[in-house]
């Protein structure tokens, strides 16, 4: 009797002890992640990485992106047709990305190859940035040189940190999935934060909007899509897992037609709630989609020219993302689609959607193997790697133990 009698405490004790293992495993699972990307790849790596894609592009990225959308409409008073022509003219610094890779890679600075780009990097973002800032009636020509400077900056910095990625995806393929989630998931956070924040700025520097907050919204999906990929998805085969992202892409697209065509109203859904749902799910189907295309890329590159090969793969990209700017501003020019007229919008969105599934018929180049596996043969690897001893020290630190005990500099 006294068994049956304590069976029912233990009954609620255990289920309470098991949801606490639970939230510690929450909680606990980040931290052991981090401890061992810290050890296979240096401590220093990794907070080369969250600095760069975390607060340059992430953080910074988000403060510009709300910025310059405003500062073009309400400063320098352009159409939209216009403001993609010059949106994609800032990009060109990404598209010419090889030429970045290249001097990262074989001109070395004081004996370095990648510290000194940062620091020309940064450089190149402050002078840029304090020229716009300090001249209210700046000329439109001089605007533009300056933000496109501003992006030249990130690009640099972006190619550098890229190149050790790559470098550490060829000589371990199988952490290479969790360099590039680390590599989001500290876009994301700092996306996320920087639209958070970009609203309050934007309303007490200059124009006021809650443009930025929308931006947040999407900044979570985009984190959500990395975790997901992290922990669910990096396992699953290249060609399989692109070809339902690139499909629920152009899908997700179909979502700003509605909103064009006031659908979203028929259903009782506000156009501010629905423009949230929108940019979330968007977002975190082009973080998705985004993924093993970076694992794949960085497992294609050599070693020794890394930095090269990764921003060549990645111009690609650019350009298309510039291509896309520029025939989309034609595209709202020739249909006549202004700051005030939008009778042709939703003619635009359906052009683009289909567009988005356009390269489903290209994915049978897309290797379908397992994602795990080195993609680049041993032979190649081993050759490199035996040449040059020096190349396989990317990390950021300016010293490190070189295992007898001794400090070695590094000339990451």
């Known amino acids: 009797m006294v068994e049956e009698e304590e069976l029912p405490i233990c009954g609620e004790i255990v289920p309470e002890n098991e949801a606490k293992k639970e939230i510690c495993g929450c909680v606990y699972v980040p931290i052991r992640w981090f401890r061992m990307l810290a050890r296979e790849m ?29 500062y073009m409409k309400d400063v320098q008073k352009v159409q939209p047709s216009e403001a993609q022509v010059y949106s994609g003219i800032t990009t060109i610094p990404w598209i010419v990305k090889p030429i970045w890779g290249i001097l990262t890679d074989v001109i070395p600075i004081l004996g370095y190859h990648r510290r000194p780009y940062f620091i020309l990097a940064g450089a190149i973002g402050v002078i840029s940035m304090l020229f716009l800032s300090l001249d209210e009636d700046l ?38 999935p969790d360099m590039q989630s680390l590599c989001a998931l500290s876009s994301s956070i700092g996306a996320l934060v920087g639209y958070s924040f970009s609203g309050i700025l934007v309303h007490l520097i200059g124009p006021v909007a809650t443009i930025g907050y ?29 070809f339902w992202t690139q499909l ?18 028929k259903f009782g859904i506000p156009d501010y709630l629905f423009v949230v749902i929108d940019t979330c799910v968007s977002d975190m189907i082009a973080r998705l989609k985004w993924m093993p295309i970076l694992v794949l890329s ?95 020290s990317i990390e950021l630190a300016f010293l490190a133990d070189n295992g007898d005990g001794k400090s070695a500099t590094l000339h990451g």
């Open 248 to 265: 629920l892409f152009g899908v997700s697209g179909m979502l700003d037609l509605f909103l064009v065509l006031r659908l979203n109203l």
């Open 214 to 242: 929308i931006y947040s919204i999407g900044a979570v999906g985009a984190l959500l899509g990395a975790i997901l990929y992290q922990y669910g998805l990096k396992d699953y085969p290249f060609r399989k897992l692109c």
């Open 298 to 392: 960085s497992k294609l590159c050599p070693p020794g020219i890394e930095g090269t090969l990764f921003a060549l793969l990645m111009s690609i990209d650019n350009a298309g993302v510039l291509s896309g700017s520029w025939g989309g501003g034609l595209l709202l020019h020739v249909l006549n689609v202004t700051r005030t007229k939008f009778d042709k919008l939703w003619l635009v969105i359906l052009i683009r959607n289909l567009l988005r599934v356009s390269p489903l018929c290209l994915l049978f180049l897309i290797p379908g193997g397992d994602p795990n596996a080195a993609l680049l043969s041993t032979d190649i690897l081993d050759t490199e790697e035996g040449e040059s001893p020096e190349t396989e």
């Open 139 to 176: 000329h439109i020509f001089f605007a533009l040189l300056a933000l496109t400077a501003g992006s030249a900056s990130v690009a640099i910095a972006d190619v550098t940190i890229d190149a050790c990625v790559a470098q550490k995806s060829g000589t371990r393929p199988l952490i290479a």
């Open 42 to 70: 240096h401590w220093s790596f990794v907070f080369g990485v969250v600095v760069t894609y975390g607060i340059s592009q992430g953080l910074g990225g988000a403060l510009n992106k709300v910025g310059t959308q405003y």
